[in-house]
């Protein structure tokens, strides 16, 4: 008899989402949350700018905020489910503070609101000045400790849906440390694993970010949609001989006053959005400075923030401050160079205003799912609202169906695959190589046909072996997640939100 461990929920993911949702289920439930990495490694935890919410009950500004997100998308957004997103944001926020999280306030106790980009009233709570998912993610961590029913696996990542014989998820064989298999039965798994660009040579996520509950749940035959829309964030630190993650300079930059030149110095943002300029949504603003670069034989453009003092920048963006300050940039002085980068994945995996999935059992959250509340383009700082509102409605769901919680079954699948060293380390480097070169901001029909032709060689080599390790995981979550990208990308010939298309 293997050795198996059964939870009532399983939560896949240790971000936002997931120990959102994790903390609204019921205190009786058992509950097993199940993180690839560490708990406070992770996109939740590398947030700058914001949460979107109206708080106080403002039916204009609520209905502002539904309009500023459907015209950052495109209009291609769910409108129940935008409609859903700001009406609940108020809620949810208090929730949050009611467990513990601090948000920056002024003298009289107000919380102080920042604007990025798309946004036409200040509605942005922030924390730590520019460290709002750290400061949010360490308030909850440390709330998470009173939750006793709740226990925490760190570095076993999900690697296969266990289902009975309807197809109805019963739990998931998860891969630990030492490369075993490790199996867990359970009525409700929640995926909450986050975006995927780590399948990007250049993104503002963790390397480790891969997409791996959307390649899971794709392996699972579970529906998922939108992954066109990947959202490259306008200014990523350029920092030309840096390896590894890109350093975000936040929206909320722009949003206080930071104007974008290109790398003659010239003001260049009218010649795209007149009326918006710099505080136009991400697809317009990245897609402006692309053309830009072009025209001006670059990689990269500035962003000017010189007018406001030494004190304020301090104080107002501590962390990005002294990032500028470690590779000799004053803010308050010079310009900060800056180019678009992978940020964030706006599609995923498909669900319903509760989280419901296409396979019983299964809800997503989070990024890695595709409620349509983003549609084409994801309004600044909407993400982080996503993972609340939606958590919320993904515990009151499970919440609410005991009856099903009590009943479990138990079969074990067959083994997966041997343990082997392989790193596969040449297949990473060039679906990320590939991805960075032709599934960009700007796509053409050709570039994207040369890269399925690249990713699919090495999608179908791994699928012919079977290997029971974290990296060879990793690497057929990489080449799935990519190859769903460019055929998604290829199948909508238009230009819409932040899928660019030359032909
Ligand atoms: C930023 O601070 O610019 C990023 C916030 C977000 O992705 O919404």
Known sequence: MKNYREFDVVILGGGLAGMYTAMNLDRELKIGMFIKDKIDKGSSNLAQGGIAAEI???EAKIKEHYEDTLR???NLNNKEAVEILVNEAGENIRNLVSMGVNFDKDQNGEFIKTLEGGHRSRRILHAGGDATGESVM????????????IDVFEDEMAIQIITDDNNKAIGLVCINNNNEPDYVFTNKIVIATGGCGGVY???????FAVGDGIALAYRAGIKIENMEFVQFHPTGLYEPEKRGRVFLISEAVRGEGAILRNIEGQRFMD????????LAPRDVVSQAIKREMFDTWSDH????IRHKTKDFLMHRFPTIYEKCMSIGVDMSKDLIPVTPIEHFLCGGIASDLCGHTSMEGVYAVGECANTGVHGANRLASNSLLECLVFGKRVADD???SKEELSKRTIKFPPVIGEPRKFNFKSIRVEIRDTMDKYVQIVRTEEGLNLAKKIIERHYKNLKKINVMSRYYFETLNMATVALIII??????NESIGCHCRLN
Do not use: P, W
């Open 56 to 58: 106080k009950f403002d």
């Open 301 to 304: 453009v500035y962003l000017d």
């Open 201 to 207: 040579k250049n993104s503002t996520n963790e390397k």
């Open 487 to 492: 055929d998604a990308a290829l199948s909508r």
């Open 398 to 400: 499970i919440n609410a």
């Open 72 to 74: 950052a998308g495109s």
């Open 271 to 278: 010649k795209y959005d007149k009326e918006r300029m710099e």
């Open 138 to 149: 360490r308030d909850l961590r440390e709330s998470l400790k009173k939750y006793t029913n």
